[in-house]
């Protein structure tokens, strides 16, 4: 029998909340695809009032797809493939405090993430999303034209690279010669799923355009990164406990806001591969 499930979108371009549903037992496939069809859908959903282990998390995170283990993030003691991300409160930086999509630095970037709310600040610690359909969606013919053409070189190194050390930054990264790498996507790509295109560069790893230098680049790239994240473009998710977040990884990008200095906020990380982005 199939579980009757509840789907309220949050926001006019991307999101939403499911109700009804129990992560923590094993779910019908008709079930699952009501679920997946919200989830490319809505780009981003959230699972209310959930109670699981990291266990029961891997075996929802299954259904839909092998586990991409994250080479940077500290993990969950027992469970190499749920990694912790968390802030302590003599912490100043926390992770993904800025717009950004996850592993967009590898050449096969993840399909989705779920983040689920272990411990959350008394206030604040909200996650906002954009829609990378709206982003191209909103862009002029001649400005599709430009870019239909143009590849990116994404990297870790920022963020994961040997120099990226700082003694006040939130995120005790595993830093690594291996986040150098360089990898290359279209800048406009289609989506295997839904067949929408959209924009795919974001500021935490994008460097610069494919056969150019980051000088010649910067400028288009700024234009680009500060339309990603047009208000009418994002929505912003209230984290409350038992809460989890699934995002697709090709289509949105994310910003953790970090306004709850002095407190903790801790969530675990599953990531699930993907496909290489397609123009």
Sequence with gaps: MTRQIEVRPISGALGAEIHGLDLSG???????????????????????????????????????????????????????????????????????????????YDATPALGSMLYAKTLPERGGDTMFASMYAAYDALSSGMVDMLSGLRAVHSGARAFGPKATSNDRGAKFKLSETALAEVEHPVICTHAESGRKYLYVNRGFTLRFANMTEDESKPLLEFLFQHAARPEFTCRFNWRPGAMAFWDNLCTQHFAVNDYHGQTRLMHRITIQGRAPQA
């Design 26 to 104: 094993e779910l019908e496939n008709s079930t699952m695809a009501a679920v997946r069809q919200a989830f490319f859908d809505h780009g981003v959903v959230f699972f209310m009032d959930q109670q699981i282990t990291p266990e029961q998390q891997l075996g929802f995170a299954r259904r839909f797809g092998e586990i991409d283990v994250n080479r940077y993030f500290p993990t969950v003691d027992g469970y190499p493939e749920v990694a912790e991300v968390r802030k302590e409160p003599d912490d100043s930086y926390n992770i993904g405090g800025s717009w950004h999509t996850d592993h967009s």
